[in-house]
């Protein structure tokens, strides 16, 4: 089973820090990979890849020119995550039999392709919000809340758990 991410429409200049923080959400709550459209950013990769380098676990960044493609020939099942589609808690029965998983995020406007093309179009609120929001309680749902326990092999750094203050090891 993997779990992909695809972050639509990056944009270095304007979305650095959110697409970065989709990477960073996408990697600490269970997803495998992420594939991001738009403009190519190699600090942005770096950032990602660093991250799992110094903190464990195996975590893939690429870069894709044609995400149309990418959703066509998506080998298992997609889900944008949206405002306007199904609430999550009426799909996540079905989404979670899925054993290839593609998570569709938008950036700048997201096309109508996208609704059209996935297999699911699901809402976490019908309310405006943040993607980076957005995909850490849809990852949080699908995992029903395992992922917080999750273990990351060859963690060059890992928390102690403290009630006050801060421990790394």
């Known amino acids: 089973m993997a779990i992909t991410v695809l972050r639509l429409g990056h944009r270095p200049a304007r979305d650095k820090r959110i697409s970065t923080h989709v990477g960073l959400v996408a990697r600490a709550f269970g997803a495998d990979n992420l594939f991001y459209s738009g403009l190519k950013d190699s600090s942005l990769e770096d950032s990602i ?22 959703i066509r020939d998506w ?3 997609s889900v944008h995550l949206t405002m306007y589609g199904m609430p999550l808690q009426k799909r996540m029965g079905q989404i979670r039999k899925v054993s290839d998983l593609l998570i569709v995020v ?8 996208v609704y059209r093309m996935a297999d699911w179009n699901v809402s976490i609120t019908s309310q405006p919000h943040s993607e980076v929001a957005g995909l850490a309680v849809f990852l949080h749902e699908y995992f029903q809340g395992r992922e917080l326990e999750k273990k990351y ?4 750094k890992r928390v102690i758990p403290q009630a006050r203050g801060k421990r790394l090891v």
């Open 75 to 77: 080998k298992g099942k």
């Open 106 to 113: 938008g950036g700048e406007k997201v096309p109508p392709d």
């Open 49 to 70: 890849h660093g991250v799992a380098r110094q903190w464990g676990g195996s975590f893939g960044v690429a870069h894709v020119r044609d995400w149309r493609a990418l």
């Open 153 to 156: 092999m060859g963690a060059r």
